[in-house]
């Protein structure tokens, strides 16, 4: 590394790299954070691993930190708190502010902004574990075509899904999605193919495409199952491309994300484009989504760690 690049890494001060966290998410985002962090240190960047589930965040203050890039995955850390905490305590940190945090967190908040905005989205109901009747099931399940996907409102990852198809079906996996949320989305399971576009500084990388042998790209497809393949380029043409880049940023910026994400999508056998949910904390493994649209611009995973670290804005 020569002296001018080492010095262009330090000018980002001592850095703290934040994951782990007590969320069902737990176990990615070491993953993540542990990549981020060899990433930065590979680059010259005093970076330094920090676990909230294992110390306090005034620490932050006493070490002197002067940005955090922010690598929690789920509750806590994906969904406004943890960046409100640290506007408090005045440390940068990387990636969207508390309302697009906590908007984008929320599958159901999402789904309501992006519909008011005429976005397309699925079809949806809303089982609120305070007022839900059993007894709603069967005519949830006409409204919605019979076949549905059933999601927590605010956790990642898949954790809490389930794919059903009758009413009996539909009770349980709400009961079990309960669980995790007491609001839980109930939306129209959409048949083709899954997409997803990454958002790096306001401009749209490629998008990927992705299939699983599995009923839906749940927790054991995205994480463990060798079955499931990733293209990138995805193959669509270049005008779709352009379409769906366009589609990502504008339902990114409807919810207040900025500085970096990831948009998912689901494509019907018509062609037509129906948006799932945006992530602004996803995965950053070796392999995860969106180091592999990097890739395919031509940024390493470092470059790419070092961009994150870039929109941990001074000022917010």
Same mark, same amino acid.
């Given at each position: 590394?020569?002296?001018?690049?080492?010095?262009?890494?330090?000018?980002?001060?001592?850095?703290?790299?934040?994951?782990?966290?007590?969320?069902?998410?737990?176990?990615?985002?070491?993953?993540?954070?542990?990549?981020?962090?060899?990433?930065?240190?590979?680059?010259?960047?005093?970076?330094?691993?920090?676990?909230?589930?294992?110390?306090?965040?005034?620490?932050?203050?006493?070490?002197?930190?002067?940005?955090?890039?922010?690598?929690?995955?789920?509750?806590?850390?994906?969904?406004?708190?943890?960046?409100?905490?640290?506007?408090?305590?005045?440390?940068?940190?990387?990636?969207?502010?508390?309302?697009?945090?906590?908007?984008?967190?929320?599958?159901?908040?999402?789904?309501?902004? #992006?519909?008011?905005?005429?976005?397309?989205?699925?079809?949806?109901?809303?089982?609120?574990?305070?007022?839900?009747?059993?007894?709603?099931?069967?005519?949830?399940?006409?409204?919605?075509?019979?076949?549905?996907?059933?999601?927590?409102?605010?956790?990642?990852?898949?954790?809490?899904?389930?794919?059903?198809?009758?009413?009996?079906?539909?009770?349980?996996?709400?009961?079990?999605?309960?669980?995790?949320?007491?609001?839980?989305?109930?939306?129209?399971?959409?048949?083709?193919?899954?997409?997803?576009?990454?958002?790096?500084?306001?401009?749209?990388?490629?998008?990927?495409?992705?299939?699983?042998?599995?009923?839906?790209? %749940?927790?054991?497809?995205?994480?463990?199952?060798?079955?499931?393949?990733?293209?990138?380029?995805?193959?669509?043409?270049?005008?779709?491309?352009?379409?769906?880049?366009?589609?990502?940023?504008?339902?990114?910026?409807?919810?207040?994300?900025?500085? #970096?994400?990831?948009? %998912?999508?689901?494509?019907?056998?018509?062609?037509?484009?129906?948006?799932?949910?945006?992530?602004?904390?996803?995965?950053?493994?070796?392999?995860?989504?969106?180091?592999?649209?990097?890739?395919?611009?031509?940024?390493?995973?470092?470059?790419?760690?070092?961009?994150?670290?870039?929109?941990?804005?001074?000022?917010?």
């Amino acid at each position: 590394m020569s002296k001018q690049q080492l010095t262009s890494a330090r000018q980002y001060g001592k850095v703290a790299v934040m994951f782990g966290g007590d969320s069902a998410e737990r176990d990615v985002s070491l993953n993540s954070g542990k990549a981020v962090l060899k990433g930065l240190l590979e680059l010259g960047v005093d970076a330094h691993a920090f676990d909230p589930a294992e110390q306090p965040l005034t620490l932050l203050l006493e070490q002197k930190i002067q940005r955090v890039v922010i690598v929690l995955h789920g509750r806590g850390g994906e969904d406004g708190s943890l960046q409100g905490a640290l506007q408090q305590l005045n440390i940068p940190y990387s990636g969207t502010g508390v309302l697009g945090s906590a908007l984008c967190m929320d599958k159901i908040r999402s789904k309501q902004v #992006w519909q008011s905005l005429g976005l397309p989205t699925a079809k949806y109901k809303i089982a609120d574990k305070r007022s839900f009747d059993a007894g709603s099931c069967e005519a949830i399940m006409a409204d919605l075509g019979n076949e549905v996907m059933v999601k927590p409102a605010q956790e990642g990852s898949s954790i809490g899904m389930a794919k059903v198809n009758s009413a009996s079906q539909l009770e349980t996996a709400v009961q079990d999605a309960f669980k995790y949320d007491d609001k839980v989305l109930i939306e129209q399971f959409i048949h083709g193919s899954e997409y997803t576009v990454s958002i790096l500084n306001g401009k749209a990388l490629p998008s990927i495409s992705m299939s699983t042998p599995r009923e839906f790209y %749940d927790y054991t497809a995205k994480y463990q199952a060798d079955s499931t393949v990733y293209r990138c380029p995805s193959g669509l043409s270049e005008e779709l491309e352009a379409k769906l880049g366009e589609l990502a940023l504008e339902a990114f910026d409807a919810l207040a994300g900025s500085g #970096w994400g990831r948009v %998912d999508f689901m494509q019907d056998k018509l062609g037509r484009f129906y948006l799932l949910e945006a992530n602004t904390v996803p995965g950053m493994t070796e392999k995860s989504l969106v180091p592999l649209a990097a890739k395919q611009s031509g940024m390493s995973f470092a470059e790419l760690s070092l961009a994150v670290l870039q929109t941990a804005e001074v000022g917010r």
